[in-house]
């Protein structure tokens, strides 16, 4: 079995040079909804080094809320959002010699597109004008318009509790996240095998990430699951 492990980085949180070399794929942040050109083209520099796959990671201008407050915008500000930080992130990387691989909406805006029809189907129509596949929950609605565009890469969270429809469960309620080691890899087995996930997160503004990290990768070890990036 194997499994790619990601973290969503770049967004000023000071952990990216410890964590970089434990995943194999990193979701940069691009600038919006935390972080700037500074932490982003670090970031990218950190990821050529340990030879880690990248993404974009856009998400709502909404740094008071680290982009995890729902907001309504049309289809053509959500278009207009994707392409610019996408593409500028593209730029930076470029300039670091790494290709951007795929791009993941952050927070607010990756949680609508799981069943808001508006949000979704412009993030895969700028998916398809960027010929890049995106990175979301199985099961949701984003999945469906991006299977029939540029493609789909399922992704699953170690950190996170989910709903019965496959939704996370939000932040703002209890219980929410996964303290435990053990249960994150029990979980983790769970996404892999009945929700066909590509991708495992353990998102990178956690004070505990480290040391959840360095546990998962060594129960995955133990276990035999390879951990390696998913393209």
């Known amino acids: 079995m194997i499994i790619d492990l990601n973290s969503d980085l770049g967004e000023g949180c000071g ?20 972080g700037d050109s500074s932490t982003a083209h ?6 050529a080094q340990h030879g880690v796959k990248v993404g974009a990671h856009p ?31 593209a730029g930076l990387a470029r300039s670091v010699g790494i290709p951007l691989r795929y791009f993941k909406p952050h927070g607010a805006l990756y949680n609508q597109a799981f069943h808001d029809d508006a949000v979704a189907r412009p993030i895969a129509k700028a998916a398809g004008i960027l010929q890049m596949p995106v990175m ?30 496959g939704t996370l469960v939000p932040r703002t309620e209890p219980d929410a996240f996964v303290h435990d080691v ?12 009945d929700r066909g996930i590509r991708s495992l997160c353990v998102h990178g503004d956690n004070p505990q990430t480290l040391t959840f990290v360095r546990g998962l990768r060594d129960a995955f070890t133990r276990r035999g699951i390879s951990i390696q990036a998913f393209a």
Not at 26 to 32: R, V
Not at 60 to 65: E, F, G, K, T
Not at 66 to 86: H, N, P, T, W
Request: net charge negative; with cysteine; charged share 20%.
């Open 182 to 193: 053990e249960e994150a890899v029990t979980q983790a087995d769970w996404l892999l095998r």
């Open 15 to 34: 952990s990216d040079a410890d964590l970089m070399p434990l995943v194999t794929s990193a979701n940069i942040c691009c600038g919006f909804h935390a």
């Open 59 to 89: 998400g709502y201008a909404d740094r008071a809320n680290f982009g995890r407050l729902e907001l309504s915008l049309g289809k053509d500000a959500i278009l207009e959002l994707c392409l610019y930080q996408v593409g500028a992130l």
């Open 42 to 47: 670090a970031a990218l520099k950190l990821a």
């Open 136 to 165: 979301g929950l199985p099961g949701s609605r984003l999945e469906v318009f991006c299977q029939a565009g540029a493609g789909f890469i399922a992704e699953g969270f170690a950190d996170r509790r989910y709903r019965p429809d």
